[in-house]
């Protein structure tokens, strides 16, 4: 299940559950789309990959209890702020690689 995490972990800004503009990648590091392409140009600073729009939860209980009441958004913060410098240099030999084969 999802985390859902309520922010970017690099502006900190808040990412809700139903944020359009929240990105993760396959371990959740979660971002905002401003932040994955302006400053991790698409590369996680965590683990190397690539991100994908988070998927928006049901906020109602069309099916099953599979819905935001049941299976609520963590609270816990990651608040790590990149260095740009540092991650520009661990980025550049992987940047222009397809995510899907990194």
Request: proline residues 11%.
């Amino acid at each position: 299940m999802l985390e859902l995490r309520p922010s970017c972990e690099h502006c900190n800004k808040a990412l809700p559950p139903d944020a359009a503009d929240a990105r993760i990648c396959s371990f959740e590091c979660t971002f905002c789309a401003p932040c994955v392409d302006q400053v991790l140009g698409n590369v996680c600073p965590n683990c190397g990959g690539g991100f994908v729009p988070r998927p928006i939860r049901p906020q109602h209980n069309w099916r099953g209890g599979n819905d935001l009441a049941h299976y609520p958004a963590t609270t816990s913060v990651t608040y790590k702020p990149v260095d740009a410098t540092a991650h520009a240099a661990f980025a550049a030999s992987i940047k222009d690689i397809n995510p899907a084969v990194r």
